[in-house]
């Protein structure tokens, strides 16, 4: 995305919340706060689309209209928007195709099965123990909450850096690095 989409970006805003979001900011003379604001929302919206996040700005908009949205919340909806359907499994569905890999592979093919679910699926299934537990596990209440709390576990995990651009993430993962060298 340019400097000027996000001029546009945030002159839409404007226009959508007309006494909640001030763009260009009131009683800036020198256009020093109005430059800021650019600057900020385009540090972390430049990595992009231009009709990505117009997309995800629509949709923030639509779903909840009573205040603008912030940086942060748009670069989460644009990631959702550009996730596979695979990642977007809820931890009933989860808990669901994990049984249905038990029904279908068993305990003499684990391998199959495990390689029949999704990432996260699997992440949550070798968490419970791995597929030959969860063969072994009878189908109650306890043993589905208990995957659905992992699930969940291994979902949060995730998002944490999830709806980071890339380019932030190989800096974070930089950083991380070079303290692991010190």
């Known amino acids: 995305m340019e400097k000027s989409e996000c001029i546009k970006i945030l002159s ?3 226009n959508c919340y007309n006494n909640r979001f001030k763009f260009p900011k009131a009683n800036d003379k ?3 706060a109005t430059k800021l604001m650019v600057e900020v929302w385009y540090d972390l919206l430049q990595y992009y689309e231009y009709q990505l996040v ?4 629509k949709k923030l908009i639509i779903n909840r209209p009573q205040w603008p949205p912030t940086p942060g919340e748009i670069v989460q909806a ?8 695979a990642s977007k499994i809820s931890a009933g569905e989860a808990w669901y195709l994990a049984l249905e890999a038990v029904h279908k592979h068993g305990y003499y093919n684990c391998k199959d099965g495990m390689d029949s679910l999704p990432p996260a699926v699997r992440e949550a299934v070798r968490n419970f123990g791995g597929f030959a537990a969860f063969c072994h596990s009878q189908d109650t209440s306890f043993v589905k909450n208990q995957f659905i709390k992992i699930y969940q576990e291994v979902e949060l995990k995730r998002k944490d850096t999830a709806y980071l651009p890339k380019p932030f993430k190989k800096k974070l993962l930089l950083i991380s690095e070079e303290k692991g060298a010190q």
Do not use: F, Q, S
């Open 54 to 57: 117009v997309a995800a700005l």
């Open 30 to 32: 020198d256009g020093t």
């Open 12 to 14: 839409y805003l404007n």
């Open 78 to 85: 644009a990631e959702k928007l550009m996730l596979p359907d």
